[in-house]
């Protein structure tokens, strides 16, 4: 067995001990089904009520993902704004911190307002929750590129753009890719916020719901979903970013000499 | 600045184009020269003077050393021969234009290998084919095809054939060196500036690698600005080499080597190429003083 299988079982393992720890414990100390479900409950309230979760999954999901693209889409152009240019990059980032600083909870409320409750405000959480973190990494990306490497094309007479298309953003790919991981899980945060407060579809509003009708399993179903939800996006992600990015974590490969 | 140019200059006074040299074929004007040009660093007390004036001019086809104590401003020379930097006062011209008019193809190679750690040796060395013309205009038709056989071919010259498909951090310096003398010969250069390319490498690599820019130089015969604190390099692969002051610099000794070419390594043991590098040593000694 190899180190990485060792440990992926390993990582396995205190998964599924968790659970049975969980379930043991709540049998063990006999705690109410309305206070903590026991694994095996939820897992069976998951299978039956899987139908109707299935749609507000999508929701979800949704929301996440159309908020995501347009939040990459914003950082993206306003990260290479400002990171190509070192006055941009001064005059702007005090705003940028003041932006980002702003506990996003309390923007929702302010979308309420302005559109009404629903998928919009969730799209437009899951947006400006997730701009931050691509601006600050493009735009550092970009602004900390060697000029060694920038020197390389300019000694061949390369316009700004041929630099910014061959050295600056491929330079400033790892940078993305590392915020792209933390800006999906903020998305998704975002979504499933605002679907808590104001909105009558998503996971968020099931788990809402199911809270005051008291099916606590239900409750807990849904943060089961969100999970794997969350897991999944992140590890989308990764996957991707080593595909794109393997040369910036080349790892343990010996050098050919 | 010189007679000459000082007439033409009043002869044709609406003209951008610098004076001087540029009456006359094309190849006969000279490849790069330096007219008075002189580079200050920042301004009022704290002005650093990197280059005096300077006038420097190199034919085609020439290959021309530049050695001198360290920071006498031999590099600045070449950021300015590549449009790195602007003079603060004089010209550079270029093929007997200004350096911007792009009349000359430039190759550079830094003493730091500068690849590209995305791309593969292969895409490295092809990259000024992406960007300079006139091969720029059917890169996207022959980047798979004439143009990748082109740059397996000089890698081959190199001894880097079979490592085109590596990247830079699965090879020595020694290899990244040659693969920077490819990436910076690719599109055949009119003009080659090197920055003290075999500067971080022992002696016996950098001694191959004389021998193959050597190989290089008398197949495809550009001009070459060689920057160098080493005087046995500059004697093995130079036809001239320019002695530079202490900061602030500026040329104070300007000789042929009367050496044939190609030269052998073992030259460098021989009694007249030890007395050249000993008369150069004395010099630069002297003005460090």
């Known amino acids: 067995m190899t180190e990485a299988t060792r440990i992926r079982m390993m990582s396995l393992s205190l998964i599924v001990g968790f659970f049975l720890m969980w379930e043991g414990l709540c049998i063990l100390l006999n705690v109410s089904d309305l206070i903590l479900p026991r ?8 299978w039956t009520r899987f139908p109707v979760l299935w749609p507000h999954i999508l929701q979800t999901l949704y929301s996440t993902l159309t908020g995501f693209t347009l939040g990459v889409i914003i ?16 005059v702007a980032y005090p705003l940028l911190v003041g932006f980002s600083s702003i506990p996003k ?22 947006m400006v929750i997730c701009v931050f973190p691509i601006v600050v990494n493009i735009s550092t990306g970009l602004a900390t590129t060697e000029p060694d490497l920038e020197d390389v094309l300019k000694t061949l007479g390369a316009s700004k753009r041929e630099i910014l298309w061959n050295v600056g953003l491929p330079r400033t790919m790892p940078y993305f890719f590392a915020s792209l991981k ?15 407060v104001a909105s009558n579809r998503g996971i968020g509003n099931v788990m809402m719901t199911a809270s005051s009708n008291f099916q606590v399993s239900l409750v807990f179903a849904g943060l089961i979903v969100l999970a794997l939800m969350g897991v999944a996006l992140y590890a989308f992600f990764s996957f991707l970013e080593s595909r794109v990015t393997g040369w910036a974590t080349r790892g343990t490969d010996i050098a050919v000499t | 600045m010189n007679m000459t140019s000082d007439i033409s200059a009043q002869a044709m006074p609406l003209s951008t184009t610098p004076p001087a040299s540029t009456s006359g074929p094309v190849h006969a004007r000279p490849a790069l020269e330096l007219q008075d040009a002189s580079v200050v660093f920042g301004s009022g007390p704290q002005a650093v003077t990197a280059l005096s004036p300077t006038t420097l001019r190199m034919d085609r086809g020439d290959f021309l050393a530049l050695v001198g104590p360290s920071g006498c401003g031999k590099s600045t020379i070449l950021r300015l021969a590549s449009s790195l930097i602007q003079p603060s006062s004089g010209n550079i011209l270029l093929g007997g ?31 000024p084919l992406k960007i300079v013309e006139p091969f720029k205009r059917s890169f996207q038709r022959d980047r798979k095809g004439a143009y990748r056989d082109r740059v397996h ?14 990247f830079p951090w699965q090879l020595s310096g020694g290899m990244l060196q040659r693969a920077n003398l490819c990436r910076a010969l690719i599109h055949d250069p009119d003009l080659l500036l090197l920055d003290e390319p075999f500067g971080a490498l022992d002696q016996f690599t950098r001694e191959e690698l004389w021998q193959i820019l050597q190989d290089l130089y008398l197949d495809r015969k550009p001009t070459v600005l060689l920057v160098t604190h080493d005087l046995r390099e500059a004697g093995f692969l130079a036809r001239r ?27 460098i043991y021989s009694p007249e190429f030890v007395e050249m590098t000993q008369g150069l040593r004395a010099l630069i000694a002297q003005i460090r003083k």
């Open chain 1, 39 to 46: 694994p095996s409950e939820i897992l069976v309230t998951l």
């Open chain 1, 75 to 90: 950082g993206v152009s306003i990260g290479v704004m400002i990171g190509t240019s070192r006055v941009a990059y001064g």
């Open chain 1, 105 to 126: 909870v309390a923007v929702v409320p302010i979308f309420v307002l302005w559109f009404g409750s629903g998928t919009t405000p969730a799209i437009l959480t899951a």
């Open chain 1, 182 to 196: 933390v800006a999906i899980t903020l998305s998704f945060v975002g979504a499933v916020l605002s679907e808590t």
């Open chain 2, 97 to 127: 234009r200004e350096a911007a008019a792009k009349e000359l193809r430039i190759g550079m190679a830094f003493q730091n290998p500068t690849m590209l750690p995305w791309l593969t040796i292969e895409k490295n060395v092809m990259l």
């Open chain 2, 153 to 166: 071919a000089l890698l081959a010259q190199v001894g880097l054939k079979d490592f085109a498909g590596h």
């Open chain 2, 241 to 267: 080499i320019c002695v530079m002051s202490a900061r602030p610099g500026r040329v104070i000794s300007d000789k042929p080597v009367t050496l044939p070419q190609p030269r052998d390594i073992g030259v």
